[in-house]
């Protein structure tokens, strides 16, 4: 097998002090994030996105088979639909099939099965997955590691959002089939979420809550 062709490593070292005080500086800044719910319809040119999803497609993924497609939308009429259906199958999560020790962890969040943000905030961006490639002689092509991949990249998405400016919301009415239907689709995507984004309402808010301590959830060992 021939090696495969490589290139110097773009990597910029930093002295001991900055790389500290640029990792306070993000931390501070990421930890301002928050889910909103509350979504101005105020307009977000599309060239913004479209940097946050370069951002999103430099991820790393299995095999480098990048197995993730975003559809993002923003036509009236097809958030609106998507919006009706999300409702309808949030409203049976809400009324039968949730657990009560699952509406009792949402209720916190003060979530219902309305879901108007889905029409109030100008961009939709529906994330994908690939359960297999299609190489260009149109044969299946295998992915891996496909939820992580994509979990890496909507990070990735989130974190060039708020960079940005924007407010996010991860939307995941279950299930997302309806997606796949109403935005076309191939038989080898699934729906991994909806990210809706744009600026946050002027009158936003958002739940009081507490992370975990950095003690309860990292473990050195030196």
């Given at each position: 097998?021939?090696?495969?062709?490589?290139?110097?490593?773009?990597?910029?070292?930093?002295?001991?002090?900055?790389?500290?005080?640029?990792?306070?500086?993000?931390?501070?800044?990421?930890?301002?994030?928050?889910?909103?719910?509350?979504?101005?319809?105020?307009?977000?040119?599309?060239?913004?996105?479209?940097?946050?999803?370069?951002?999103?497609?430099?991820?790393?993924?299995?095999?480098?088979?990048?197995?993730?497609?975003?559809?993002?939308?923003?036509?009236?009429?097809?958030?609106?639909?998507?919006?009706?259906?999300?409702?309808?199958?949030?409203?049976?999560?809400?009324?039968?099939?949730?657990?009560?020790?699952?509406?009792?962890?949402?209720?916190?969040?003060?979530?219902?099965?309305?879901?108007?943000?889905?029409e109030i905030a100008p961009w939709l961006i529906v994330v994908f997955s690939e359960t297999w490639g299609i190489s260009p002689?149109?044969?299946?092509?295998?992915?891996?590691?496909?939820?992580?991949?994509?979990?890496?990249?909507?990070?990735?998405?989130?974190?060039?959002?708020?960079?940005?400016?924007?407010?996010?919301?991860?939307?995941?009415?279950?299930?997302?089939?309806?997606?796949?239907?109403?935005?076309?689709?191939?038989?080898?995507?699934?729906?991994?979420?909806?990210?809706?984004?744009?600026?946050?309402?002027?009158?936003?808010?958002?739940?009081?809550?507490e992370k975990k301590r950095l003690a309860d959830v990292a473990s050195f060992i030196e």
């Amino acid at each position: 097998m021939a090696e495969p062709p490589m290139q110097p490593l773009d990597h910029r070292e930093l002295p001991l002090e900055e790389m500290q005080a640029q990792a306070r500086e993000f931390v501070t800044d990421i930890r301002r994030r928050r889910t909103v719910r509350h979504f101005s319809d105020r307009p977000v040119p599309r060239s913004l996105i479209e940097e946050c999803l370069r951002a999103a497609n430099s991820a790393p993924s299995g095999a480098n088979r990048q197995p993730w497609h975003f559809v993002i939308v923003g036509n009236a009429e097809t958030k609106s639909r998507i919006r009706e259906a999300a409702e309808a199958e949030e409203y049976e999560l809400y009324h039968g099939r949730a657990s009560n020790e699952w509406l009792e962890a949402l209720a916190i969040l003060g979530t219902d099965e309305h879901k108007p943000f889905l029409e109030i905030a100008p961009w939709l961006i529906v994330v994908f997955s690939e359960t297999w490639g299609i190489s260009p002689d149109g044969s299946k092509k295998k992915t891996f590691y496909v939820q992580e991949s994509i979990g890496i990249a909507t990070g990735f998405l989130i974190a060039a959002l708020h960079r940005a400016g924007l407010a996010t919301l991860t939307h995941t009415p279950s299930p997302m089939g309806f997606l796949r239907d109403i935005l076309g689709r191939g038989e080898n995507e699934r729906a991994f979420l909806i990210l809706v984004t744009g600026y946050p309402a002027d009158d936003a808010e958002v739940p009081v809550l507490e992370k975990k301590r950095l003690a309860d959830v990292a473990s050195f060992i030196e």
